[in-house]
């Protein structure tokens, strides 16, 4: 049997003194979805583990005088599917967290726990991604910044360091006029993690010109996937077929899929086609709703 210490600071400075004591040795605990699956597979040995339930400030759902929203690493998938807050100004982000699993995970799950898990088969990076929110976390050198791009290196891995919390994530306001899907393609159960699942947000002028344009790809790869000279190149172009097809299959052609039971890397290849194709039309058309992509 694993002899593990079970710690559960009372504050984020004690927290901290706890994670720098132990170092790589020790791994917070947020809702422990992972933290649980890992273990038994004996892929996770800590030495010790650091329960964040009882440190306060990390629980709210809130909107600041910029109109970003702040969510804090403690939120439940459920809460932020269910924020009446969420649903009115990032209705895509309450979509997508919706899609996770079922409900007695997502009541579980947290939203700083599938961030510092990093688990590529997960659903709302992607749609971070596209939102451009960013992850706020607290270390022994103070606060800092990191947009979630930029935290999710690879599998199971960020640029977290070490004795550092995530402590919320920032989402800024959507821009004017922004139209804002995800499509979560299944090839299993409809509980199961995405095959493909593309996070779209767009705007575009009175004349139907494209005048921003975000597609992220999960699910494919060690980390979202963004292809930012297919992006730049649809500014000012007609929001038109032609755009969503040419992006599509230049995101089909720049990623280099992985295998797993839910698809092969050619398999995944089509399905980047289709649905980057199918969430740009439809944003456009405002006829895709969430679960378009699903096979149930």
């Known amino acids: 049997m694993l002899d593990i210490e079970w710690l559960e600071p009372a504050g984020i400075d004690e927290l901290l003194r706890m994670a720098?004591?132990?170092?790589?040795?020790?791994?917070?605990?947020?809702?422990?979805?992972?933290?649980?699956?890992?273990?038994?597979?004996?892929?996770?040995?800590?030495?010790?583990l650091i329960s964040l339930r009882h440190v306060p400030g990390l629980r709210h759902?809130?909107?600041d005088g910029?109109?970003?929203?702040?969510?804090?690493?403690?939120?439940?998938?459920?809460?932020?599917?269910?924020?009446?807050?969420?649903?009115a100004g990032w209705p895509v982000l309450a979509e997508t967290f919706a899609t996770v699993a079922n409900v007695r995970i997502r009541n579980q799950a947290t939203v700083g726990?599938?961030?510092?898990?990093?688990?590529?088969?997960?659903?709302?990076?992607t749609t971070l991604v596209a939102l451009g929110a960013?992850?706020?976390l607290v270390g022994p050198e103070?606060?800092?910044?990191?947009?979630?791009?930029?935290?999710?290196?690879?599998?199971?891995?960020?640029?977290?360091?070490?004795?550092?919390?995530l402590a919320e994530v920032v989402i800024p306001p959507q821009p004017p006029?922004?139209?804002?899907?995800?499509?979560?393609?299944?090839?299993?159960?409809?509980?199961?993690?995405p095959c493909v699942g593309v996070a779209t947000l767009a705007t575009s002028d009175g004349a139907g010109a494209c005048t921003g344009l975000r597609v992220v790809v999960g699910a494919v790869a060690g980390r979202p996937q963004v292809l930012d000279e297919a992006l730049n190149a649809a500014i000012g172009r007609p929001f038109d077929a032609r755009?969503?097809?040419?992006?599509?299959?230049?995101?089909?052609?720049?990623?280099?899929?992985?295998?797993?039971?839910?698809?092969?890397?050619?398999?995944?290849?089509?399905?980047?086609?289709?649905?980057?194709?199918?969430?740009?039309?439809?944003?456009?058309?405002?006829r895709v709703e969430i679960g378009d992509g699903d096979l149930a």
Not at 142 to 147: H, I
Request: glycine share 8%; proline share 4%.
């Open 243 to 286: 755009l969503a097809r040419e992006v599509a299959e230049a995101y089909a052609g720049a990623i280099d899929p992985l295998s797993d039971l839910r698809g092969s890397s050619w398999y995944r290849r089509q399905m980047i086609r289709v649905h980057v194709e199918r969430a740009i039309l439809g944003i456009r058309d405002k």
């Open 20 to 48: 720098a004591y132990f170092g790589e040795a020790a791994r917070l605990v947020a809702g422990g979805t992972w933290v649980t699956l890992v273990m038994r597979q004996g892929l996770l040995m800590p030495q010790a």
């Open 134 to 136: 960013e992850v706020v």
């Open 177 to 193: 006029g922004a139209r804002a899907v995800y499509l979560k393609y299944r090839t299993r159960s409809h509980e199961d993690r």
């Open 113 to 125: 726990g599938v961030l510092c898990d990093a688990d590529y088969a997960s659903d709302p990076p």
């Open 61 to 63: 759902i809130q909107v």
């Open 66 to 87: 910029t109109g970003a929203l702040h969510v804090g690493a403690l939120v439940t998938h459920r809460q932020v599917e269910r924020s009446p807050v969420v649903r």
């Open 142 to 165: 103070g606060e800092r910044r990191l947009a979630v791009r930029d935290f999710i290196l690879d599998h199971y891995t960020t640029a977290i360091a070490p004795g550092e919390l």
